[in-house]
């Protein structure tokens, strides 16, 4: 019963979608009668025998009979003989029952509209064409059987055995219930799928685990990078008490404040701390981290599939609230949504002209709506624009946008503009603005304080209380939502943050900035800090991703990153062909995506399954799942 009610939902469906609304109240009529619920051989032999033949419905007929044809050789090809022997009795006793009621025209114009066509079929057909010319055809020998009543008779009921036959006796099953089996057996395969990948995860972990064990009984390579004496410190120790650290290797540094021997010892590390700084110290667990991490493996994909709709690079992407769609933006100012699982109840694939380069996508977190840089929105089900707002003078720039996770509302994040040779260079000051999405007008603006830095990067947390917002300037800002103020905020980076996010237990916040200074190393940095909300400004995890994402590349597109559901993997952007998939706080460093063929410039995950999307500069988004 429950496939008869999908099918039948699937029929109203379409008889919508094209506007047959005469159609689908005679199919709403019959359906309250509940006639069966299997083929009704009388109905079909009806069909044939008391409205196509009697009314001269010579086209409908031949439909029909296509149909059946297609349909029952398809499923058994050993039935095509059969099947076009029928065919063939059918229509001669459509021209006989035309010449019976006198009507020589109707057979004229069949012959001119499917004579062509039955020639081809059939070679036998080239003495039907005198038919209509001789004076008694009932009396001709070749003709005279087709006219007596025992040949309709075995006609009639030779179709009905047929029929009866092929469409009950072997219990066929139309197309349309097979639908919902086929989803469930879908499902059923998705979650055994899902089973088995968190059995061979816990499996992997387990190996990474021995495997660890066993390099670090094979380690000598610590001793080549730090001195014997300086073992006892260690970038774990480090990164409860200070933030990461990391030293170039151009760093010079006069022996008169710090030699070998001050670095060995605990005792003058707090010495070293107020002569240089937490930022000096810091540099050196980041560069201690760098020579360490060895080279990531590539990722296990279970499958991937590519969607190539676009014309130019890729500037962002992400996955709808459910994960079933995906909106991917390009810089030629076009948005397409579209649907990676060919299993998915319904397809919005829709493309959407914006005339501006994308800076920022967002999903509206219950009704699959995406927003993007205008500001504009999109109803993916009714595939139109339901608003679209003008960026102001002052802030013509559109640099992130995030929904609430629980209210129908969101924050838009615009800057000013200045004259600036990279992508941070060109932002000018930063301006928060709330919208309603039920009415689409401001609400309130966020204060920032006078002149405040663009904001690059925002994040809400589960219930929406809290905003966080990261700078050019490297500060991160915490929100109260309901409140409307700002309630905290601390440097974590030099520079411009270029990506933040709430972690799992919302216990931490994730942020992806630029490190360095020009004057003392050879060049900037990107590092990855994982920071405490309990405890404020201390670093949790650190990672630095310079050796994938080049901070001169940031000219050209934002580096952003993403977390999976669990909270285990971070995936970040790339300057190379492949994307570097962190392990937080696991004993393995990290992983690597499948090559592209340019540059990772946009990242996401699925919202709750182990399956990850990458847009890049040679034009193409991907969607891979892994164990």
């Excluded at 920032?448 to 991160?476: E, Q, R, Y």
């Excluded at 570097?580 to 393995?588: A, E, F, H, K, N």
């Amino acid at each position: 019963m429950e496939k008869m009610k999908f099918a039948e939902e699937l029929v109203r469906e379409f008889l919508v979608f094209r506007g047959f609304t005469n159609t689908l109240q005679a199919f709403e009529k019959e359906l309250a009668t509940d006639i069966g619920k299997g083929f009704q051989v009388d109905k079909i032999l009806d069909f044939i025998f008391s409205t196509y033949i009697p009314k001269f419905e010579a086209e409908k007929l031949i439909d029909l009979l296509s149909f059946f044809k297609n349909c029952f050789s398809y499923s058994d090809s050993s039935l095509v003989a059969v099947i076009s022997k029928l065919d063939q009795s059918i229509l001669r006793y459509y021209i006989v029952n035309a010449l019976k009621c006198g009507r020589k025209d109707k057979v004229l114009e069949f012959f001119e509209n499917f004579g062509n066509d039955l020639m081809r079929r059939d070679e036998s057909w080239s003495s039907w064409f005198a038919i209509p010319y001789l004076q008694n055809p009932h009396s001709d020998p070749q003709f005279r059987v087709y006219f007596s009543e025992p040949w309709f008779r075995a006609l009639h009921l030779s179709i009905r055995n047929f029929l009866s036959e092929m469409l009950n006796a072997c219990l066929r099953t139309p197309a349309l219930l097979k639908i919902s089996s086929e989803r469930d057996t879908v499902s059923r395969l998705k979650k055994e799928i899902k089973q088995l990948s968190l059995k061979l995860s816990q499996a992997q972990t387990s190996l990474e685990e021995k495997e660890a064990l066993l390099c670090l009984s094979k380690s000598g390579a610590e001793e080549a990078i730090v001195p014997p004496s300086m073992s006892r410190v260690n970038s774990t120790s480090l990164i409860d008490e200070r933030e990461p650290l990391q030293i170039r290797d151009n760093a010079q540094v006069e022996e008169s404040h710090v030699s070998q021997s001050n670095l060995v010892d605990d005792s003058d590390v707090g010495k070293l701390l107020p002569e240089f700084s937490g930022y000096f110290m810091r540099k050196l667990v980041k560069r201690y981290d760098f020579l360490n991490e060895e080279d990531f493996p590539e990722v296990k994909a279970v499958f991937q599939d590519s969607f190539l709709g676009h014309t130019s690079p890729i500037s962002c992407s992400r996955f709808s609230a459910s994960g079933d769609n995906i909106a991917s933006a390009s810089i030629d100012g076009t948005v397409r949504i579209w649907t990676y699982d060919s299993s998915a109840p319904t397809s919005r694939n829709a493309t959407i002209y914006c005339g501006a380069k994308i800076m920022s996508l967002e999903w509206d977190c219950k009704s699959d709506r995406t927003s993007d840089g205008g500001i504009k929105a999109w109803n993916v089900d009714s595939k139109r624009v339901v608003c679209d707002l003008n960026s102001t003078e002052a802030y013509p720039s559109i640099l992130d946008l995030k929904c609430s996770p629980v209210e129908p509302i969101f924050v838009s994040a615009a800057a000013s503009r200045r004259q600036g040779t990279g992508y941070f260079d060109n932002l000018g000051f930063a301006s928060l603005t709330v919208w309603n999405m039920r009415t689409w007008k401001s609400m309130a603006v966020l204060p920032l304080g006078n002149d405040p830095p663009a904001i690059t990067s925002m994040s809400f947390n589960h219930n929406g209380k809290l905003l966080a917002a990261a700078a050019t300037d490297g500060m991160i800002h915490m929100f109260d939502m309901a409140a409307g103020q700002q309630v905290t905020g601390w440097p974590a980076h030099d520079s411009a943050i270029s990506s933040i996010l709430f972690g799992p237990d919302e216990t931490s916040i994730f942020s992806l900035g630029t490190d360095g200074n020009a004057s003392i190393f050879d060049n900037t940095q990107l590092s990855i800090f994982e920071w405490s909300l309990h405890n404020q400004g201390k670093i949790l995890w650190s990672r630095n991703c310079s050796r994938f994402c080049n901070p001169e590349n940031s000219y050209q597109w934002r580096h952003q990153m993403a977390l999976d559901s669990d909270g285990r993997r971070l995936l970040v952007t790339s300057s190379s062909t492949r994307a570097p998939i962190y392990q937080v706080r696991g004993q393995m460093t990290g992983i690597r995506s499948l090559s592209h063929s340019g540059s990772i410039t946009t990242v996401d995950w699925h919202p709750t399954l182990p399956i990850f999307l990458t847009g890049s500069a040679d034009h193409s988004v991907r969607v891979t799942s892994i164990l």
